[in-house]
């Protein structure tokens, strides 16, 4: 079993920035891909970025030059950097954890934070 704590949400002008973190716990020798997932009221819950062991990232085109995941394994944290937020990207961002690699847009895996709520304001 794996844990998830995330954290680092709040409400922000537009173009602010915002730092998401993601603590791992339990068996996470046995996870390669991380990711952060949003969703928005009414909307599908998407992938917005993920990560592997190996410092493959990956991002959702909207977010391309204005997110960056990174992960910090001596403190088993991913962290999502958003910098120039727009309104649009207001949603609920959940961490995950465990999916394979090259699927995660379709199939996340099967852990997950609670969640943490991100506004911005225009």
């Known amino acids: 079993q794996v844990q998830l704590v995330d954290s680092g949400g709040g409400l922000v002008q537009a173009g602010g920035s915002l730092r998401l973190s993601c603590a791992a716990s339990?068996?996470?020798?046995?996870?390669?891909?991380m990711g952060w997932y949003r969703q928005a009221p009414g909307k599908q819950r998407e992938l917005v970025a993920a990560?592997?062991?190996?410092?493959?990232?990956d991002y959702e085109d909207s977010v391309k030059g204005r997110f960056t995941i990174s992960r910090a394994d001596a403190k088993n944290t991913v962290y999502l950097q958003m910098n120039s937020l727009e309104a649009e990207d207001t949603a609920v961002y959940y961490c995950?954890?465990?999916?394979?690699?090259?699927?995660?847009?379709?199939?996340?895996?099967?852990?997950w934070g609670q969640g943490t709520q991100v506004t911005v304001s225009s």
């Open positions: 990560i592997t062991s190996g410092g493959i990232t």
């Open positions: 995950n954890a465990g999916g394979i690699w090259g699927t995660l847009r379709s199939r996340p895996g099967p852990y």
């Open positions: 339990g068996s996470i020798f046995s996870i390669n891909a």
